[in-house]
């Protein structure tokens, strides 16, 4: 039941790869072969041992066949005794059968059997009497056969390891210098020889192409800054919140200025072992020298370039890659007009060598769009898909305050998609009214079904959301309320459509929103005397709110204008850090009490002075299940 709930991770892209499981298999097969021929090794049976005394007997019994005379035993071959003949394979068969030999243990044949070599005279004499074959084995050849035999098949196993080693390291080892070349240029450089991005392609975002475009000038014709003797920017880093198109704006200098573009990011450089990352920077600048003019794009820089000194525990992979990227960026003649751009979400972690002048001396901010901007971007993608005329992205934007450009990029898509769902030729406005909540709370649910008094309960509580929103002066009207869940977990909410974009907020207005999001709850009581789970979300969001007032905007009495905590990774979740002790701590959370307690009471007065209202929109709403902010303006001013 909260008003809005918004969701701004990016979609993972990682899918198991198939080929790896085959190689998973491979690998687990390669061990296994490798382990079974280790073990027959030293578990060879040997033939049976008889004495040497049986042995002549056993000759003159005339039960000898064959005689091998090794330098400390003998082999004898005994005649079988109910005529049972062995096979022996020959030719290519017999190399696979010292293969299986290899993998199967063999049982020793029964007439094999071996006996201590003596100091014989008469030996041979004796064998020729009685007819047996003797021979002495050529030990060299077989052995030489077998270790070649083993050797190919261990380079093989160990060859197939590699491999899959490599595929697992991100190409740590072999590549193109074969097995072993250590960090040979494995990097997942991306390059696009033609990106075809525009600035006409970036919607909003003004003053970033103001500043980028001297880059393009200076792709297009380095003589004219050489020739005055002026030195070029070697690179710019592009600051702001994910999804607000850094990388669109990085294609499009290079798309604008006709150049080759390089792009990876930084959590490639960074690998299990010493060296690798430093080498991927060597190998990169090397392609990009060949290929300048260009442009490299290196996305989430912080990967690297964190500062080397805040850290717990040193990281010496990360810290050579970063002191390789500092030389190779001090090192390239910037004449040869190749700019480096990065991008960060994170600028204040960042390295403070790295942006030294030389380096990533230009900071270009690329904030989340604004109204204007918002309906730029929409218009940008609006032209990518069929749109009926009557559409009004105005309108969309307005509802879409705090969402980045590739939010609303999502929005046209969506709309698009459920546009060909209900079998239309062109999105109408419905469809990307649609959009807008999918991306912002999900798809609906439609097989979740609540219980009657669920259901009325949702639908009090919105209504109580939107009442609070219509009845004071300072918070904005409502655009669409509804009470069919959504796949992101709320059980309905209020759109809320602002008037005008605001980038102030007075102390009157945080408290009327607090009101806002208290009255959901104050509802429930009111009417139903009854305290559900469905407020958690208002209740995160108010508590928040609340504590900003007092800790970082100055607006309570008790501790005035003083700064009680800061807000580290601006652009990421915006986590505020408490910077005093922590009675202070504890006075700030009785302060914050106070203000919700107050907001609270406030709510439930709301609430019962428009009871009337309050039953009769929450039953409307109950009934329709989705009300447009019309519905609820015209039933709103009639009770
Ligand atoms: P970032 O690198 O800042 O995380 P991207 O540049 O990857 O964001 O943006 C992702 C997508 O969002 C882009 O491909 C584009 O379709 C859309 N987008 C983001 N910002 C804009 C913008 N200002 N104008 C047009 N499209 C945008
Ligand atoms: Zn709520």
Redesign the pocket.
């Known amino acids: 039941m909260d008003e809005r709930k918004k969701d701004k991770e ?1 979609p993972s892209t990682n899918p198991p790869k198939l080929p790896n499981i085959v190689m998973l298999f491979v690998l687990a097969f390669s061990i296994f072969i490798l382990l079974q021929m280790i073990w027959n090794m030293f578990s060879r049976e040997e033939p049976r041992r008889i004495y040497y005394s049986e042995f002549v007997t056993y000759l003159q019994e005339g039960r000898v066949e064959k005689v091998v005379v090794q330098s400390d035993r003998l082999i004898i071959t005994l005649v079988p005794q109910n005529g049972a003949e062995e096979e022996y394979p020959e030719g290519a068969s017999a190399i696979f059968a010292d293969f299986f030999a290899w993998l199967i243990p063999q049982e020793p044949s029964e007439y094999e059997v071996h006996t201590g070599r003596m100091p014989d005279p008469q030996l041979r004499e004796m064998l020729e009497y009685h007819g047996v074959e003797y021979d002495s084995p050529i030990v060299t050849s077989t052995w030489m056969r077998d270790f070649l035999f083993q050797m190919v098949v261990y380079v093989l196993i160990i060859f197939l390891m590699l491999v899959f080693l490599r595929r697992m390291m991100g190409g740590l080892i072999g590549g193109k210098g074969g097995i072993m070349g250590f960090g040979q240029s494995n990097a997942k450089v991306y390059m696009e020889k033609k990106t075809g991005v525009t600035f006409d ?5 003004e003053e970033a192409k103001d500043s980028l475009t001297e880059i393009v000038d200076f792709l297009h014709n380095p003589e004219k800054y050489t020739e005055i003797g002026a030195t070029q920017p070697k690179g710019a880093l ?1 600051v ?12 499009a200098v290079a798309g604008e200025a006709g150049v080759v573009f390089f792009s990876l990011s930084g959590s490639d450089f960074v690998e299990m072992f010493v060296g690798v990352g430093a080498s991927r920077v060597r190998d990169l600048f090397k392609q990009a020298n060949q290929q300048s003019p260009c442009i490299i794009f290196i ?1 989430e820089i912080d990967a690297i370039g964190r500062s080397r000194d805040s850290q717990m525990g040193s990281n010496d992979e990360r810290e050579q890659t970063l002191n390789q990227l500092l030389a190779e960026m001090d090192g390239f003649d910037s004449s040869k007009g190749v700019v480096i751009l990065g ?1 960060t ?1 994170r600028p204040e972690i960042l390295d403070k060598a790295l942006l030294r002048p030389g380096r990533f001396d230009r900071r270009i901010n ?1 904030e989340l ?1 604004d109204l204007k ?1 918002r309906i ?2 929409l218009t ?2 609006a032209k990518k898909v069929k749109m009926s005329d009557a559409i009004d992205l105005r309108r969309i934007a307005m509802i879409t305050p705090g969402a ?7 929005m046209i898509n969506e709309a698009a998609l459920h546009a060909v769902r209900m079998k239309r030729a062109r999105v109408e406005q419905e469809d990307l009214l649609e959009a807008v909540e999918v991306v912002i709370a999900g798809k609906e649910k439609k097989d979740r079904i609540m219980t009657e008094k669920e259901k009325r309960i949702v639908a009090y509580h919105e209504i109580g959301h939107a009442l609070a929103r219509t009845a004071q002066k300072d918070a904005k009207p409502v655009e669409k309320i509804t009470i069919v869940p959504r796949t992101k977990g709320s059980l309905g909410y209020v759109l809320a459509a602002p008037e005008e974009e605001k980038f102030m907020h007075s102390k009157d207005e945080m408290l009327a929103e607090i009101i806002v999001l208290m009255a959901g709850r104050a509802a429930e009581e009111v009417v139903f005397n009854t305290k559900t789970t469905g407020a958690s979300n208002d209740i995160e969001k108010a508590t928040q709110m609340a504590r900003s007032m007092v800790s970082m905007y100055g607006m309570s009495e008790k501790f005035g204008m003083m700064g009680l905590e800061s807000v580290q990774n601006r652009y990421l979740d915006g986590r505020a850090v408490l910077q005093v002790s922590d009675q202070t701590g504890a006075e700030l959370d009785i302060e914050v009490r106070g203000i919700i307690e107050d907001c609270y009471q406030n709510a439930l007065d709301l609430l019962h002075e428009n009871k009337d209202k309050l039953n009769e929109l929450a039953e409307y709403l109950f009934n329709k299940e989705t009300i447009t902010g019309d519905e609820f303006m015209e039933l709103y001013m009639k009770t």
Do not use: W
Not at 404 to 410: E, F, H, I
């Open positions: 990016k392609d970036v919607a909003g975002q592009l702001g919140p994910p999804g607000t198109g850094k990388t669109l704006l990085a294609k996305d991008a979400n690329v769009p901007g730029e971007v940008v993608h980045a450009g590739a939010d609303l990029a999502n």
